[in-house]
């Protein structure tokens, strides 16, 4: 059987070494890149069966990839590896025409069979994800409505916002998305101010009444 061909789409430079170090000679790792328009650039040229592909980028994230690529490559089919498991980016990038949507506290051997099964013409979710994705085509949850407030956050404040609202410390929280601890804090206090709140209590409650966690 052919060996597949996958291209991973993340800004993190360690979580792609990560990734490649747990997925490369199973499936053949073919590109990677850290933005939109490296990701549009390196996919056109290569042409995987399977794009690991993050939500949130610099550039417009996982949905403008997608965007770009799909009229032009539609052989080609994506696959959500995100730190995020909110309803909104679930089933936006689902709408979006993405065949799966994990998250990144999957294993090595159940990335490897999602990929296969996504290659297959399969639709993957994390047990979690396919919930929302239930609800959301039965009309029981609205994705479409936009919160204002969380319009305001930029999209790596909307990650740090998500993991302190899970009780996630600082220290788990810059070990998760790589970046430091003087960072999130920085991320916090800045959350914290454009939502007019004045703790994290009030932030796990805000969060919670919005289905973000």
């Known amino acids: 059987m052919t060996t597949l061909r996958v291209a991973i789409v993340d800004d993190h430079a ?17 590109a990677e890149a850290e933005d939109v328009d490296s990701a549009v650039t390196v996919i056109a040229a290569t042409q995987p069966d399977v794009v690991l592909l993050d939500v949130h980028m610099p550039g417009g994230g996982g949905l ?19 730190v995020s498991d909110a309803a ?15 998250t990144k506290n999957i294993s090595g051997p159940e990335l490897l069979d999602a990929i296969g099964r996504v290659a297959a013409g399969d639709a993957v979710f994390s047990p979690r994800l396919a919930g ?14 936009v919160d204002e407030d969380l319009d305001r956050l930029t999209e790596r404040e909307r990650e740090v916002m998500r993991l302190i609202a899970r009780g996630y410390a600082y220290k788990e929280v810059a070990k998760e998305l790589f970046i430091s601890i003087k960072t999130v804090e920085t991320h916090v206090s ?11 209590h009030e932030l796990t409650r805000w969060a919670n009444d919005r289905r973000l966690i």
């Open 14 to 30: 360690m979580f792609r070494t990560g990734v490649r170090a747990e997925i490369d000679g199973p499936v053949d790792v073919v």
């Open 64 to 82: 403008e990839v997608m965007r770009r690529l799909q009229a032009r490559h539609p052989g080609t089919k994506f696959l959500a590896l995100s």
């Open 88 to 102: 909104e980016d679930v089933i936006g990038i689902i709408r979006a025409g993405a065949r799966g949507y994990v």
């Open 132 to 145: 929302f994705v239930l609800d959301a085509f039965a009309g029981t949850i609205e994705i479409a409505q």
């Open 190 to 200: 800045s959350v914290l101010r454009k939502l007019q709140l004045s703790s994290r």
